[in-house]
Structure formats: structure tokens, C-alpha cells
């Protein structure tokens, strides 16, 4: 009883409220919709919902807001840590969330060759099965298992939403980090124009850890590693500004590695060669990629809470 009439004095009082706001909820179902309708995103801080913080100004939001703010956008890319389930679980959200919002979609993934397309295309016209379609992810990427990427591939092909490979063939930036850019036959160059290894800090030191990893401290191999690994992020950022020139209503949201949808990788490439607008989200990784906080230079939103 008591319970009874708090409740309905705090329903009364909220009443008032939506009404001196222009909102008029009646009672019983009506009003704890438009309760929940208002207060959505301001209770993004329960435990079972995503957090994601906007860098601009440190506001923080759910999934609902956040697919709002990426509408219209040419690409949306989302890093991840290619081993770590919930990276790939937040992955499904957002474009589940961006497909039941009705925006174009395709995705973009690092995980196939460019050369894989027509294979992924079978896949989300139904011509493949599924361990047809496993036996052309291990061929493309070998890294990690199938079954992180699985059910963002079964999302696409039952939505027919179409996937990207991105990726270049292995032997191309082996080339290329063995023998330099200048190795590769002018006619393949071509399309991906001038590559030389003009880093800027912090993404240049980045790569040089990665290149320290590899156990080679010559400088003229750290030089050819650098091409590669720009030849790497252009590659996909050509391909990625190709179809949507083709798509030009599409959002393609990219899953790649931390590394390249940082802004200083792929989303540098794209806006070298276009006035398109990136849209960047990556795991809460504090120094990971460099030293300190990430910030607007590196990217526009931080995935906190998945």
C-alpha cells in the first residue's frame, strides 16, 4: 500500500514535468514508455548496457545515441584486438544497431584478401555453406579462430549486407618489406600512388615497435617495413574509398586491428585522398598504442563497456 502511493506520487510529479517539457504521457504503460524513452541514454551507466565515451567532450552514451551520431557517415571503423571475444561482440552490436536503424550498410573486413571477394559475395548470397565459408577464412587469416568472426558473417549474409575483403595477398607486403615499394611492378603501383614511410609521431613509434618485434634492427629493412606496412593501410583505404564511390549512400564499417583503424592509419590514408568523413572507435586501450590517454587525434569514440 505504502509502495503503491509512492509510486504514484512519483509518477505524478514526473507527469508534470514531461508535461511542462511538451511531453504528454498518460498513465500506466504509456508513461513508463516515455519514461524510458527520455531516460534512456541518461541510465547508459547500468551494468548490462555498452558505455561508449565521445572524445570531444568526454560525454559518455549507450548504443542507441551512438548509432544516432554515426548516421550518414562513409565509414565507421572499429579497432579491435583480434583474439578478444568482446571486441568482436561490440563489433555485431554496432552494425546490428546500424542495420535496425536502416542505414546502408557493408562491412569492411582486414580478415579477407581483396582477392577473396568473390567467394565473399557466394557467402552472402547463400552459395556457400558455412564450412565452406570457415575453409576461406583459415585460408585468409590464419591468426585467429573462425568462430570470433562467425557470427558477424552469418549477421551479413542472413541481412545480405555486403562484405569487403581489404586485405592484400601476403607475398605483396613481403615484397615490399624485403625489397622496398620500389620492388613492385609499376603497373600494380599504380593505383595506390606515391607510399613512402612519412610517419609522424606517435604512429611512427608504434611502428617501429612493431618493427623491433620482428627481431630486425637494420635501418634499410626498417625502412622497407615501413613502406609495407603504409602500402598495407592504403591498400585498404583505396579499396574502401572504390566502393564507396560506387555506393556512394553506403556506411562501410570497418573491422580491422587497433593499429590501422587508429586515425594515424587507414583514416590519415582516406582523408589523403578524399574529403570523406571517418568515424573512428576503439577499445579503451590506455597505452596500448601510445603513451597516455587516447584523445581526438586518435580517435572519436572509446568503447568502455561492453
Known amino acids: 500500500m505504502v509502495l503503491g502511493l509512492v509510486v504514484a506520487r512519483v509518477e505524478a510529479t514526473l507527469a508534470q514535468a514531461l508535461r511542462r517539457m511538451g511531453i504528454l504521457c498518460r498513465a500506466g504503460l504509456i508513461f513508463w514508455f516515455c519514461l524510458f524513452g527520455v531516460a534512456r541514454e541518461t541510465w547508459a551507466d547500468w551494468p548490462e548496457q555498452p558505455l561508449i565515451e565521445r572524445l570531444t567532450d568526454g560525454s559518455r552514451m549507450g548504443l542507441s545515441r551512438l548509432t544516432s551520431e554515426l548516421r550518414g557517415s562513409p565509414f565507421v571503423l572499429v579497432g579491435e584486438l583480434h583474439e578478444e571475444p568482446e571486441h568482436h561482440r561490440a563489433q555485431l552490436m554496432l552494425i546490428r544497431a546500424l542495420w535496425e536503424a536502416k542505414v546502408p550498410l557493408a562491412i569492411g573486413m582486414e580478415m579477407f584478401r581483396q582477392d577473396a571477394q568473390e567467394a565473399l559475395d557466394s557467402w552472402t548470397r547463400g552459395g556457400l555453406s558455412e564450412e565452406e565459408m570457415e575453409q576461406i577464412f583459415g585460408q585468409n587469416w590464419a591468426e585467429t579462430s573462425w568462430l570470433l568472426y562467425r557470427d558477424i558473417l552469418l549477421f551479413a549474409r542472413e541481412k545480405s549486407i555486403p562484405v569487403l575483403g581489404l586485405n592484400l595477398p601476403r607475398e605483396i607486403t613481403q615484397k615490399v618489406a624485403s625489397g622496398g615499394y620500389a620492388s613492385l611492378p609499376e603497373e600494380m603501383k599504380k593505383h595506390w600512388g606515391e607510399v613512402s614511410c612519412d610517419l609522424q609521431e606517435p604512429y611512427r613509434s608504434f611502428v617501429h615497435w612493431a618493427f623491433e618485434a620482428h627481431g630486425d634492427s637494420k635501418e634499410e629493412s ?65 597505452g596500448r598504442l601510445k603513451q597516455g590517454k587516447l584523445g581526438t587525434e586518435d580517435a572519436d569514440y572509446l568503447w568502455l563497456r561492453y
Request: a neutral charge; proline letters at 5%; charged letters at 15%.
Open 222 to 286: 626498417w625502412e622497407n617495413f615501413c613502406q609495407a606496412q603504409i602500402l598495407w593501410d592504403t591498400a585498404m583505404a583505396v579499396r574502401l574509398l572504390d566502393y564507396r564511390e560506387a555506393n556512394p549512400q553506403t556506411t562501410i564499417v570497418v573491422l580491422t586491428g587497433v593499429g590501422h583503424a587508429w586515425m594515424h592509419g587507414i583514416p590519415q590514408r582516406i582523408t589523403q585522398r578524399s574529403y570523406l568523413l571517418c568515424r573512428v572507435i576503439l577499445p579503451d586501450l590506455q
